[in-house]
């Protein structure tokens, strides 16, 4: 057995990954015909192409759109969880991101009782069981944010089939000129009604905004934060605190462009600060990774051993919102 081979087979978390990052290009291009929606071209070699984080919104957006009834959804969660239970992942809180669609007209009922109905049909074939967090999208403003939180509250009250999947609440999408405090109604209706929070924070912000987002948002893990090695001082402190850091160091750089070669990414200096730093794909289908790849890359770049990762998988357990005796039976 090789390394590689090793690690993909290795029981692994992934806490940051996007459902809708995980289309497979032929289900967006049969799903876009179907809808009716010209994409602008079928080779997904040309469709999945972005130079900056905002490039890469725009064809995520695009993938999201082709996404319009609830089968559509499930039969995502389906795909989603097979591809991913092929490359070793047995537990995941995956993100998705409504907003796009309840603009347009779509239930959130409907998403996550479809979303839940595949996951749920892809963990009775393989094992693999994935949660999901309802992301706000900061293009849509503060106030879309409050709305979709207000309708995740009305399904949990209302026992909805699925919304039991949903564990807490995150956010997305564009970081630059954004004030993540801005968001604050959002994060405190979903910590008053008992859902965990996290977001999207330091992948192109600066330290001060992933303070913001712990301190005043209530936040209790970071999905990227990236730029706290910006911030010796804070560093130490999310390094005391145990806060979790869900980063993904393939992703950084296929999709942000933010450092030239994985080996120049800091995330052996985060794992060295003693920082909570779990290992990730983001959106694997964009940027055509899986988590055994994930694993090795990092390995290999930074001569890593294999209980060296071991280690990194068992933080990702620990930064998991799994209920205690469930994580206990993972380690
Ligand atoms: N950052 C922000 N929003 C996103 C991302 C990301 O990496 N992936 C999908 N939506
Ligand atoms: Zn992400």
Known sequence: LTLTEALDALPKVELHCHVEGTMRPATVVELATRAGLPLPTTDVTELYTYNSLDEFLTVFWLVQSTLTTRDDWARLGYESVLDAAAHGRVYAELFFTPARHLAAGSALGDIVAGLSEGL???????????????????????????????????????????????????MDSTERGVDPASFADAYRLAARHGLRRTGHQGENSPPTAIATLVDVLGAERVDHGLSLVDDPELMTRFAAERIPLTVCPNSNIRIANAFPALADHPYPAMRAGGLLATLNTDDPALTDLDLGYEYASVATAFDYSFDDMVAIALDGVTASWLPDDDARALR
């Open 120 to 170: 749920a049909a892809a963990e009775t074939e393989t094992g693999s069981v994935a949660m999901l967090i309802a992301d706000v999208d900061r293009a849509f403003g503060p106030s879309a944010g409050v709305a979709m939180v207000e309708d995740l509250v009305r399904l949990r009250r209302a026992g909805a089939p699925g919304v039991e999947r949903v564990l807490g609440v995150g």
